[in-house]
């Protein structure tokens, strides 16, 4: 109930709250849903996943919906670990862990398919991450103002230089995802585009991010596999 599961035989050594931003994907969130309880159960984690879902017709604002999942889900446990996890990202390799990293932020979908398994670029920081509230709250979490697609994981990898953490990686043979209907053709006609950064982020990320999060709850409901969190 509310995508919230313990081992019911052993004492878990780590909680994680999955976070998953989230807009009229019913059929990537299903998927999801039906590969990832298990995966985690048989890492024998305190887990509970949270949807956050963004009503309106606007642009998608990914960065902020994950900092409104931190916000709320801190309310609910004091979790050892944030897992901010695109939707239609699908893990392939058990033994890649989603517990954080003691020390440093850590990018957790180092090998994507739609990539060739390899990273896209050198600081690429998107898909799926793990940080621990103390990391999170040290980078000022992430910034509010990126409307529309991409550019705000360039920003989000600056922050972490910028609060004197450095970015750790999931090995390639652990960190392998597949992308949900990921369409080979059009994807070779088309190369994937490293998005522009919109900001100076050097000069904004102490101004923007959890210390200046404005957003209105609508609603929390337990659903029978998740639990949602409706933002306007």
């Keep these: 109930s509310g995508g919230h599961y313990k081992p019911p035989h ?69 979790w050892d670990c944030l897992v901010l996890h695109d939707i239609d990202l699908v893990p392939e390799n058990d033994y890649n862990l989603y517990i954080c990293d003691e020390y440093y932020p850590k990018h957790m979908a180092s090998a994507v398919d739609k990539f060739q398994y390899t990273l896209p670029y050198k600081s690429f920081f998107g898909g799926v991450s793990a940080v621990t509230p103390e990391h999170y709250m040290k980078m000022n979490g992430f910034p509010n103002t990126y409307w529309g697609n991409g550019g705000e994981n360039d920003d989000i990898a600056t922050r972490i230089h910028l609060a004197g953490m450095k970015i750790v990686r999931t090995s390639p043979h652990l960190g392998r995802y597949r992308v949900m209907d990921y369409n080979e053709e059009t994807e070779s006609q088309e190369p994937w585009k490293r998005p522009p950064s919109q900001h100076n982020t050097r000069k904004t990320w102490k101004a923007d991010g959890m210390n200046t999060l404005q957003f209105r709850l609508l609603s929390r409901t337990k659903h029978p596999l998740y639990t949602k969190i409706t933002v306007d």
């Design 10 to 78: 052993c004492f878990p050594r780590y909680k994680s709250a999955i976070l998953v931003p989230y807009r009229n994907q019913e059929k990537y969130l299903r998927h999801l849903l039906y590969y990832i309880h298990p995966f985690l159960q048989r890492q024998q984690l305190s887990y509970t996943i949270y949807l956050i879902q963004q009503v309106g017709t606007g642009s998608f604002n990914r960065a902020k919906l994950l900092n409104v999942g931190v916000r709320e889900a801190m309310k609910d446990e004091e």
